[in-house]
Nanobody, 124 residues
Framework: QVQLVESGGGLVQAGGSLRLSCAAS????????KAWFRQTPGKDREFVAA????????FLADSARGRFTISRDIGENTMYLQMNSLKPDDTAVYYC?????????????????WGQGTQVTVSS
């Protein structure tokens, strides 16, 4: 089992920045990849970014590319999402997810463990 806890959400004005954190505990050595998803009411969870445990290769959704950066601190078992130039459309609950096997990165169904989510609200 892997436990994930997000933090860092909040209210920010358009154009501002936030950094989300995802602290992992448990059997983290078994994790193949971690990712950030976001969800707004009535919609499916949307892929934002992912990072592969071995090697640190990163992937970003088109909506995030150029504005968001995914990174990790291996020693702290923590993953980050630096979000810059935020837009009102970025308003959502952001979730941290982890998968134990390489089943693809873009679909929420590919992930085995989820955090509780953190709200990000961007005002115009």
């Amino acid at each position: 089992q892997v436990q994930l806890v997000e933090s860092g959400g909040g209210l920010v004005q358009a154009g501002g920045s936030l950094r989300l954190s995802c602290a992992a505990s448990g059997h983290t050595i078994s994790v193949y990849a971690k990712a950030w998803f976001r969800q707004t009411p009535g919609k499916d969870r949307e892929f934002v970014a992912a990072i592969i445990s071995r090697g640190g290769k990163t992937f970003l959704a088109d909506s995030a590319r150029g504005r968001f950066t995914i990174s990790r601190d291996i020693g702290e078992n923590t993953m980050y999402l630096q979000m810059n130039s935020l837009k009102p459309d970025d308003t959502a609950v952001y979730y941290c997810a982890a998968q134990q096997h390489n089943r693809g990165l873009l679909a929420s169904a590919d992930y085995d463990f989820w955090g509780q989510g953190t709200q990000v609200t961007v005002s115009s």
